[in-house]
């Protein structure tokens, strides 16, 4: 048997059985109501249907500095869910929501040329095991073929910011970003397109303190993209 017959006969058959197998073993399931599903998606027609749509907003995050966030719905579920899944360390759930960012909202046409997720600090991923905004992240980039890098570190170990009162909340993540390159590896990302992957925007403070220490590389854009949108 040649090349050829392989290619054409052979190589269809094993990806056929292997998918046959893996349904088998891990038969698809709606993430919100378990309900199978006859292919593999994040969540059944009846629940996809519950997302909530919202418009792109418009975050100022100095006074030369407004940047544009886009979200899959607003913070209800089933997106609720997936984004609390971080809790019991469902990586699965974060992956899928980097899918839903994808096929869900208009990030796919907006340029970036880097995905930067939102760092834990050290102790609470140390208790998480991963990181829910770089699990996006990577799934976000296994999408566009465009590189992941971790050019943020979180310095100071804060509250949730839900465990914050809304008007302290700038106050618990000021200062709590820097850019962790040396000086002299920050001229790679001038005038690039940067997108910032976060699970969940309330007040925006988090990402605006994020986006803010971003802007010292003085790229050329800052987009970002969470699952999620308080309104």
């Known amino acids: ?33 378990k309900r199978f599903l006859s292919k593999r998606d994040v969540f059944c027609a009846d629940c996809a249907r519950l997302i909530k749509p919202i418009v792109s907003h418009d975050l100022k995050v100095t006074d030369l500095l407004t940047v544009k966030v886009f979200a899959v719905g607003t913070y209800t579920d089933p997106l609720r869910f997936l984004i609390l899944a971080k809790s019991w360390s469902n990586s699965v759930a974060s992956r899928q929501l980097g899918q839903l960012m994808w096929e869900m909202t208009y990030i796919r046409n907006v340029p970036f040329d880097v995905i930067v997720p939102i760092p834990l600090h050290w102790m609470r991923y140390s208790w998480r095991g991963y990181n829910q905004s770089e699990e996006m992240a990577r799934e976000l980039a296994r999408r566009c073929d465009k590189p992941v890098a971790n050019l943020l570190k979180r310095v100071r170990y804060a509250p949730f910011q839900s465990a914050v009162s809304p008007e302290k909340r700038v106050e618990n993540v000021k200062d709590v970003f820097l850019l962790r390159m040396l000086k002299e590896e920050r001229a790679q990302y001038v005038g690039k397109h940067i997108l910032l992957v976060d699970d969940l925007l309330t007040s925006g403070a988090t990402v605006r303190a994020a986006a803010k220490e971003l802007n010292k590389l003085k790229p050329a854009s800052i987009t970002i993209i969470v699952a999620a949108r308080v309104t």
Do not use: E, G
Not at 5 to 19: A, C, E, G, M, N
């Open 1 to 33: 048997m040649n090349l050829h017959h392989v290619k054409t006969i052979i190589l269809p058959f094993i990806r056929q059985s292997y998918d046959w197998l893996f349904m088998l073993i891990a038969p698809p399931y709606c993430m919100a109501c």
